[in-house]
């Protein structure tokens, strides 16, 4: 009988793991990454010659209730179209019965790994983009529910893209009258998370969304999140007035923080500027401080015209 | 180094002779010549694990764990223990290591050796290719015996798939199919350093498209041979499927 070494034992291990894909469009090679749901392989487009990701659900997922889940992440990615979000290419299943979906191959580092290396502002600029992607989606009526530095990639070329919305919750579409409208038929439906689920990630969970309070988890549940991503990438010596706004992002209760990512975005691009944040009641040597950074070159022409006025006084009065 | 050893079981009918078949039920069958079919695929899929974790949880010398690696089987057959397999209670591999387990705690009780042979024909085992893979293997403790037990049959596994695709494709026009196979995932080649697709087009003279088309075909077969020997070597679906998903990652449908 043949005798396999262990690298090849382990190697083809590796192989027999790699989604059978039915026909003979994408080849999947090696495994990326993978998270609670979903295995990512890079795979290759025979058609068009490119290479792209493919993401297959957990084998061991495959008969459970989260089996679904891989599916509506690929109607949800289908269904936002912005910059900031992978665009997917096509979906299917898989030889076994589990679902695939294939994506744009996203090369870059992460968000905490960007951050390690990039000066404050730099990083700063990559959250604002966080920002407008997560209020983009919230304009959609979807919920993230898992931010974290590990979903957000940055691209070589500064492109800031989030992943991974296999938890994400579509809110139901609420008329004018406030009731809430059954989705449109083809329309992705309002999330059936049961109430007391808990889903995410320890540390950049809501406190509503961490107990299970499935109906009070909305947009300020992922600028929560949002605040606990900043305040990672500001660190411990964060300057004070960007540790508010990471305090306000972060109140336990929704109704103390910021209403949208698109606030919070607005208060850091003060904080970039040299205003004043809302979320920070400056004191007095603070306000002077950056009234005087502001003006610096005329309160410097005016008290320079000063000494020089008293000094020809003094000199007069001789 | 890959070897090919032929040796004992191995030589005879194949193990395997159908998709749905099992092992395991067979041992259990009336007709004995099913039952010795299912016996010698029983031993070539696991002599070597069992041998191993002689030497290794049991700490034997090389010729008395040869000797009770023989007497095991001998008793398995004779006595028929392995027929007391409940498939609801443990995966079949787990239940034989116990039985393993349990017969060389007695042994090694009673203090006995055992008489060589017995007057019976021993099974021809690759006894001192088993042994270099316990020198390769240096110390091992007792939790790590389990882990390596396991390693042994995956191995027995996947080399008996690797002879079924040998089989399949040498000889015919498949031929090529097999050897790309060989070169790219049979090597023993350790990180990064498998022969890419256009080295292999440049090997075989072949567009580097048709290069990934066979190696595609290749492992899907070896997959399809895997599968359908795990099934024989499971005790239930359910086993066979927690199995599938344990070592391979994939849902065997």
Known sequence: MTELPDPALAHLRRVLSAPEVPGDRYQPAELLGEGGMGLIYRAEDRVLGRAVAL?????????????????????????????????VHDAGTLADGRVYYVMKLVRGERLDAFAASRPLSAVLRVFLQV???????????????????????????????????????????????????????????????????????????APEQAQGAVGQVDARSDVWALG???????????PRPLASVCRRATA?????????????????????????VLAHRASLAERLGRWYLKYQTPIILVLSYLAMRLLFLLWRGR | ?????????????????????????????????????AFDALVSAYWRAVYLHLRWRWHQLPQDAEDLTQEFFARALERDFLQGYDASQARFRTFLRLCLDRFAGRMHRDARRLKRGGGREPLALDFAGAEERFAAAGQVSEAAAEELFHREWVRALFGAAVDALAGDCLG?????????????????????????????????????????????????????HVLERLRALCGSDDEFRAEARALLGVDPG
């Open chain 1, 55 to 87: 993401k297959v659900l957990r084998p061991e997922l495959a008969d459970a209730p989260l089996a679904d889940r891989l599916a509506r992440e690929a109607r949800i990615l289908a269904a936002l179209e912005h910059p900031g979000i992978v665009p």
């Open chain 2, 172 to 224: 015919t026009a498949r031929e090529v199919r097999f050897r790309l196979f060989e070169q790219c995932d049979l090597g023993a080649v350790d990180g990064g350093a498998r022969p890419t697709y256009r080295e292999l087009a440049r090997t075989f003279d072949l567009p580097e498209t048709q290069v990934t088309n066979h190696l595609a075909w290749a492992r899907r077969e070896f997959r399809r």
């Open chain 1, 131 to 205: 920002c407008e992607t997560v209020g983009f989606a919230h304009a959609q009526g979807i919920i993230h529910r898992d931010l974290k530095p590990s979903n957000i990639m940055v691209g070589s070329f500064g492109e800031v893209l989030v992943l991974d919305w296999g938890i994400a919750r579509v809110l139901g579409q609420v008329d004018a009258a406030g009731g809430t409208e059954p989705p449109a038929p083809g329309a992705l439906a309002p999330e059936q998370t049961a109430a007391g689920t808990v889903l995410g990630t320890p540390g950049f969970m």
């Open chain 1, 252 to 276: 336990p209760a929704p109704a103390d923080r910021y209403a949208s990512a698109a606030e919070l975005a607005a208060d850091v691009a003060r904080y970039l500027d040299g205003a004043p």
């Open chain 1, 228 to 238: 606990a991503i900043l305040r990672g990438l500001a660190g411990a010596a964060a």
């Open chain 2, 1 to 37: 180094m890959m070897a090919r050893a032929a040796h004992g079981p191995d030589d005879g009918p194949r193990g395997f002779p159908a998709t749905r078949y099992s092992v395991v039920a067979a041992l259990a069958d009336a007709d004995p010549e099913v039952r010795r079919v």
